[in-house]
T-cell receptor
């Protein structure tokens, strides 16, 4: 069965610190996609990244970077030089080809960046 | 262009009542998803549509929940005989294609059942 685990419920850092949010997933499929979404206090989920199971290349987008390792079934997200505006709940999600695109979300990690 | 919109933004009802929640997807998006998010949890899948038909309704918790998308655009989630446990934020998302495409989420409808 498919499952996404985000073991860190809450993380608190001081501005300019680097922070890594962990995501571990379970799936029997060989073809799947992984996602990260941000949910700021306003509530609306914002797409950050999509990665398919055949592409283990790490990705960097500005201060954000993602590390995908199939060997450990992990898809971790790092924010470099965190800012107060990064404060939000971050969700990792899994979508399997055979499941029509529905997203299986983790429990989320609440990140608090203090000035 | 406009994003996904949901109405109402808040709905308070009494136990046993019937409610309808509406979702307007992004124009041209063929896939539409409903999720439910309880406090402190990640969204949980309810149902998705490809066009007018419900392609997967395996996430609907019981037969009190029903959703339609009659013209392949706007969708309505209907809950009969509401219970206090139905209280949650109901999220709608749409995507251009079904498979593995980015889903754009609406702001949600916060349902409170008293």
């Amino acid at each position: 069965a498919q499952k996404v685990t985000q073991a860190q419920t809450e993380i608190s850092v001081v501005e300019k610190e680097d922070v890594t949010l962990d995501c571990v997933y379970e799936t029997r499929d060989t073809t799947y996609y992984l996602f990260w979404y941000k949910q700021p206090p306003s509530g609306e989920l914002v797409f950050l990244i999509r990665r398919n199971s055949f592409d283990e290349q790490n990705e960097i987008s500005g201060r954000y970077s993602w590390n995908f390792q199939k060997s450990t079934s992990s898809f971790n997200f790092t924010i470099t030089a965190s800012q107060v505006v990064d404060s939000a709940v971050y969700f990792c999600a899994l979508s399997e080809v055979n499941q029509g695109g529905k997203l299986i979300f983790g429990q989320g990690t609440e990140l608090s960046v203090k000035p | 262009g406009a994003g996904v919109s949901q109405t109402p933004s808040n709905k308070v009802t009494e136990k046993g009542k019937y409610v309808e929640l509406r979702c307007d997807p992004i124009s041209g998006h063929t896939a539409l998803y409903w999720y439910r998010q309880s406090l402190g949890q990640g969204p949980e899948f309810l149902i998705y549509f490809q066009g007018t038909g419900a392609a997967d309704d395996s996430g609907l918790p019981n037969d009190r929940f029903f959703a339609v998308r009659p013209e392949g655009s706007v969708s309505t989630l209907k809950i009969q005989r509401t219970e206090r446990g139905d209280s949650a934020v109901y999220l709608c998302a749409s995507s251009a294609k079904v498979f593995l495409d980015e889903q754009f989420f609406g702001p949600g409808t916060r349902l409170t059942v008293l």
